[in-house]
Structures are given as C-alpha cells and as structure tokens.
C-alpha cells in the first residue's frame, strides 16, 4: 500500500490524488457527522435524525437515500463506481450488492464520514480528491457507474465549452461492455419550483427556470436537454424514471411503461431544506399534467440508467414503517407485467409470507363473488417475495375522485353504496381486510378485484364501518374537489358523529401500530420547522396592500386640490423600499400634491428633478406634508396617517408649457399604533 492510504475499519482510504485541503464543505455540520458516525451504529440513526431534526443530518444520514438505488439489479459479481459519494448515503447499499465498490470525492473529511460509518464493509476504497486528478488511475470495467446528485456540478471540474458532454465522455470510458451509468438529477423544470420551491442548489426561486444565472457552476437539465447530451456523446440507449416526489427522498419511481394516474401524487409537502411558497396546489396541477401526457416534461427529478434498460417499471417504497413492516412493490414486464411485494428488512419476512394465508381466507370471505381476491404466491428466494398476477382495470379512487370534481353528488353516493355491498361478504365471517380503502380495489367493468390486502385481522368489521374508514382515508389523502370534505363523509357514512370519532381513534392507533416509534418524514418535516407559506393566504392581502402602495397625484390650477382634478400614476416603479416615477403636467399648475402610498409610512426624497434639473437644494422650502418632518433630514417625513401627502409649491417657479418631474422615494411601511409612537417621539427618535 502507498503511504497515502489508510484503512478505517475494513474501508480503503486512498489519499494519493488529495490536495490536502477540501474545497467543498458544508462547515461545522461536518464535524457533527462525523462525531455522530463515530459514536453511533446505523441502526440508531433514525433516533439521531429526529433529536437532530436539522436538513443536513437527515439528507446525509437517512437510510431513505438508498431507494434511488436499492432496486437495481446490482450482483456479487460486478464492480460499481460511485462517483461524489459525499458522506456515503448510497454506499451503504451498494456495497451490500456489489462486489466491489469505489468511490471517488474531492473531501477528505466527508470521505472520512463515509468510511466510518461503513466501516465493516471490505469491498469499499474511497479515492480522496479532484475527479479529474483521480480519473485517469480508474480500471476501465465497471458494470455500475452512479452520478448521484453530480452530473449538474460538471463543468465545476470540467473545462471547455461542453463540459457536460466532455464529462459523460469520460465517464463511460470506464464501462466494462454492456455496463450502465445511473444519473439522478433534479429536472430544471420540475413542478415544485413553478409552485413556490426554491431551486435546490442554490436557494433562490425561479433560478432554474429561468436557466441559472450567468455565474452559477450548477446546472440541471430538462429531459429533451438531457437526452441531447446522451445522443451527442453516442450514448442512445436509456430509460428514464420519475423519482416522486424526488430523487433525494423517492417514495415512488415511475418510468414511462408505467406514469402515475390521477391523484396518485399528493405528498407534495416535501420541503426539507428550506421555506417555500406554495402558489397552487399541486395535486391538482399535476393531475392536469398527468391527463396532459405533460407528467415526464415536469417531474421534479429524473433517474436515467444509460446502457441496456432494467425490466422494472415501477418501485413503490413503504419504509416510512416499522422494519417488520417495511417492504418495496416491484412492477415488471411491460408486456406481460408481474407485481412483486418484496420485505426490506429481515423482520418483515413473516409480513409477506402471511400474504398467501390472508388471500386464502379473503376468498373464504368474498366466496359471493361481489369482491375478487387477487391471487398471490409467495417464493421463498434469498427472501420471500409475494408474487401477484397483475390485473388489469380502473383503480376505484379513481372513480371517486372524477364523480367528486364533477360534483356529481348522487353518483359519488350509489358508487360508495356498491362499495359497502361488495365489500360486506359474509360480515359474520371471522377475518377482514382492516385498510380496505378505494385505492386497493381495481374496477373492471362489473369485476371488482381486490389487490392489496396487507393488513388482514382474525375478527369481524362491520362493512358500514369499513366502508366509513375509506372515505374517511380518502379524504385526508386526496379530498373531495366538489363537496364541504368532512361534513359530506359522516354524513354519508350513515354514522353517528361519535361513531365516526371512534373510527378516527382507532386509524390514528393502526397508524402508530404500522409506524412504530419513530417519526415519519411527514413529521420529521414539521419538526425541521421550514414553513410552506400558501400565496393563497397572501393574495388578498397582496392586493389590497397593491392598491394602497399606489401613487396619486393632485393638481392645484387656482381652486385648490381636488378628486377631480387627480390622477393614479400607473408607471410607479415600487421595489426595493423605494417608489420611482415620472409625471407630466402644463404650466398652468400651482402646485401638486404627491400621495405616496395609502398607509402609514416614513418617506424620504432621495431625487427630484423638474424638468431635468434637481431642485433638492430648495426643496426644504418648497415642500410640505402633513407627516412631521425628520429631523435629521431636510426632506424626510413621518406620517402617521394612511392617507400620507406632500405638497410641491410651484408659485414662484418657472414653468414650461409642458413640464416632467422625476422623482425617487425611499419608504418603510409602518403599523399605525408604531406610526403615532414615532411621530410623537421625534425630536428624540431622530
């Protein structure tokens, strides 16, 4: 080994390519990291992330990171490259798939997180340094190369005018035939930053869309961009995937043999990181999409494998549970699909075989025919896995959620009636499905097919408490566009509002069940405590504050001021804590009046200009208000009144014709109760 290598734990640590200092960190955070990888085994983590409750530690440290990765089809016999494997989020998961893992990043001290909080793998060596500096010593047969979150840093190392295209050639110079390349990037366009998000690296609105501004090193990409980069650097073979809500913390990952349908995107509240605005609901925007074909131009982030396309369609990621609950749905085969339900973890393996016991006594229950059981198998693999045929039909939320935007009130109700008929069975039959919700059931014509029965209990539930559960789920997830939500299902649940409270109790108690302990993300997110500011709650307040920041200007020709003879000046620029605007008037005028805005505020004149010539000098004597003038400033005032005013005698002026004055205001708004402090206080304040 060279001298610039080390060993932490069974993780090869190679310094030969290190600067010997980092150039990229995240300061102090790192240190805590790294405290917290050295103390502490990765099964307490998720204790850490909740006491922590701070961004950093969850995007570095959450075993949710994984799922971007965790389904690909990675073996004991292939070799993968991790390219700006940063703290280690998804080493963790590779080395356990692959035989070998190598990792490169130009920090030393995140390199030093990864490696101990890995520190029992021995197929893991981090290559410490600049990408460029470390490329050339890289083998050339890796199966895997992952660009996690750094494909958009490209031209940060890369030099020349087409630094992307030059870094995508490098890279695949180091595939083994037949190998792949897995990008996960935002997408520039994603439907998160149109609706109040900011751009995530670098925390401004709109940067992204409106292409990054000149100077930034950053740059995420749309899917047709994208695409021209992998077909200029004869790269043709690619399959996109949809990571939801995003690549860092994918719940879901779509693909084009398997988009997302109506109403299936609702966990859109995702801001981690930073506050938000929220501009429109984005639920409804993305079912807009989604009826569109429009879903893969915005999808917040994309997952691009480049090489032979993997046969999965589609991942589902139900780890937001207790261990033994916690299992992934596979989709695969897009002409013949197959449905998996696979455990993640070695408790949950009872969960899944206990499927094949639950469908057997379902049919037992629906031997009516009204419900079909789909049937399941269960094969006894490196773990078992829950083989379901897939069926083909409408998913009944579906259903519901286009009667409830038409507001079609009579067909949501004969609809949920046949939903508590097909669902009854025989009621005295000792098992039931307890989540018996819509979008468990799949409606083919007159064939109703149950296809997701998890949660299976040895006791009796009344259907009309089922059927009341399900609304109620249905409600709380995705609403009721077309009827008052609450009102609408108790009342037509057909339950007593304190039956309908013991429902409420008893899901709140199923939901502790299923979840355990620890927190979910959702929770997690609130107790971050980044807020989501709904422009809705602003848009009144926003416009009626429009209406008094405007400028009005009176004319005095002889008979004083008057309503009539005013105007609104509709080109005030108002931005920054200042007013810019130019006026025109005839030389008959006497004197005008300038009213700066409707509120309380104090004013200052930072330039006035007649006719192009500054009359600030003079302007103490010839400018009036009725706010008390600042002490400290000749053309400064206090108003305390919301109809502030300035009068600008023109008696002894001379005047054209025709006449312009420019002038700039500086402002700051003030409440009224402040207002009558500080124009009381004054002559002490200033």
Same mark, same amino acid.
């Given at each position: ?14 310094? %030969? ?14 240190? @805590? ?37 965790? =389904?690909? #089809?990675? %073996? ?194 995702? %801001? ?77 393996? #009872? ?83 307890? #989540? ?11 064939? =109703? ?5 998890? =949660? ?8 009309? @408490? ?90 005095? @020709? ?129």
């Amino acid at each position: 080994m060279s001298d610039k290598t080390e060993k932490i734990g069974n993780v090869i640590l190679n310094l %030969n390519d290190y600067s010997g200092s980092d150039i990229y960190s995240d300061g102090d955070i790192e240190d @805590r990291l790294l405290s917290i990888v050295r103390e502490h085994k990765p099964s307490e983590f998720d204790g850490i992330i909740e006491s922590e409750a701070n961004w950093p530690v969850l995007y570095h440290l959450s075993k949710k990171r994984e799922n971007i990765v965790e =389904w690909l #089809d990675i %073996n004991k016999s292939q070799k993968v490259l991790e390219v700006g494997s940063g703290c280690g989020a998804i080493t963790g998961v590779l080395s356990q798939k692959a035989g070998s893992v190598t990792c490169v990043d130009l920090s030393k001290r995140r390199s030093l997180i990864n490696a101990c909080r890995h520190s029992d793998a021995d197929n893991i060596e981090i290559r410490v340094g600049n990408f460029t500096d470390v490329e050339p010593g890289l083998p050339c047969d890796f199966d895997y190369i992952f660009l996690i979150g750094v494909f958009e840093y490209g031209q940060c190392y890369i030099e020349g005018e087409r630094p992307f295209h030059t870094f995508l050639n490098i890279i695949k110079k180091h595939l083994k035939p037949g190998g792949r390349i897995v990008i996960a990037i935002e997408n520039r366009l994603g439907l998160k930053y149109f609706a109040g998000c900011r751009e995530d690296h670098l925390g401004t609105f709109f940067s992204g869309i409106e292409n990054y501004p000149s100077k930034s090193n950053v740059r995420t990409f749309s899917r047709p961009v994208l695409e021209s980069i992998f077909k200029d650097c004869g790269l043709n073979e690619y399959k996109f995937y949809y990571p939801y809500p995003d690549y860092k913390f994918p719940i879901t990952l779509f693909s084009d043999e398997r988009l997302p349908k109506t109403g299936e995107l609702v966990n859109n509240d995702r %801001n981690f990181d930073r506050d938000r605005f929220c501009f429109f609901d984005e639920k409804k925007a993305f079912d807009a999409l989604i009826k569109d074909g429009l879903f893969p131009v915005f999808s917040n982030s994309y997952l691009v494998v480049l090489g032979e396309a993997p046969g999965v369609d589609y991942v589902r990621y139900s780890n937001d549970r207790q261990d033994k609950y916690a299992i992934k749905t596979v989709i695969s085969g897009a002409d013949s699909p197959a449905v998996e339900k696979i455990p993640l973890e070695k408790e949950g393996f #009872d969960h899944i075989r206990k499927l094949s016991e639950s469908c057997k006594r379902l049919k037992e229950k629906y031997s009516d025919g009204k419900l079909l059981v789909s049937e399941v198998s269960v094969c006894e693999k490196e773990t078992p896995v829950a083989m379901i045929p897939f069926v083909k039909g409408r998913n009944l939320s579906e259903i519901f959620d286009e009667l409830s935007e038409k507001g079609d009130e009579e067909g949501f109700k004969k609809l949920y009636r046949e939903f508590k008929d097909r669902i009854g069975g025989r009621e005295d039959y000792p098992y039931c499905d307890r #989540d018996m919700v819509f979008s468990n059931i799949l409606v083919d014509k007159d064939t =109703w097919t149950l296809i997701d029965y998890e =949660w299976t209990v040895n006791e009796a539930i009344p259907a009309r @408490r089922q059927a009341a559960r399900a609304l109620y789920c249905h409600a709380l997830e995705r609403g009721f566009a077309g009827f008052e939500t609450m009102d609408f299902v108790i009342r037509l649940s057909g339950l007593s509002p304190e039956e309908f409270d013991s429902i409420i109790s008893e899901e709140v108690r199923f939901q502790r069940e299923v979840n355990g302990p620890r927190l979910t993300m959702g929770q997690i997110k609130q107790k971050i405590g980044n807020d989501t500011a709904d422009f809705n709650r602003f848009e009144e307040e926003i416009a009626a504050r429009a209406k008094k920041l405007r400028v009005q200007i009176y004319t005095d @020709r002889g008979a004083g001021f008057s309503e009539a003879d005013s105007f609104f000046v509709n080109n005030a620029v108002i931005k920054d804590n200042s007013i810019e605007f130019k006026i025109e008037f005839t030389g008959d005028v006497r004197a005008l009046r300038i009213d700066p805005m409707s509120l309380p505020c104090v004013v200052s004149v930072r330039s006035f200009n007649l006719n192009d010539e500054s009359v600030l000098p003079y302007l103490k004597r010839k400018l009036t208000a009725n706010g008390k003038r600042l002490k400290s400033s000749k053309t400064g005032f206090v108003f305390a009144t919301s109809d502030p005013g300035m009068t600008l005698s023109l008696a002894d002026t001379k005047l054209r014709d025709k006449n312009t004055l420019d002038v700039c205001l500086g402002y700051s708004l003030l409440d009224t109760d402040l207002a009558d402090a500080v124009s009381n206080s004054i002559k002490i304040i200033f």
